[in-house]
């Protein structure tokens, strides 16, 4: 599946010319280092990527993501 144009690399020269980078959001210009971007490519949509457990740490992460609506457990 393709890397989604936003998130593609553009530190070489002739990159904005395919559009690399172009609407990418920085996380850390935002409140809480979120900004509800897509990272996976439109074919992977649905696609469970990370599930976080119900403990330690990954219950708080879980917490999180529902908190922004992008699931949990």
Known sequence: MPVPV???DTSYKGSE???SGVGYLY???YPGH???QR???IEAAGTPYYVPSDQ????RIAER???RGDGGR
């Open 65 to 67: 993501k529902r908190e």
């Open 34 to 36: 979120y900004v509800p």
């Open 56 to 59: 330690g740490q990954e219950a």
């Open 27 to 29: 996380p850390h210009d």
């Open 39 to 41: 990272y996976l490519p």
């Open 17 to 19: 010319r395919f559009g």
């Open 6 to 8: 936003h998130l593609r």
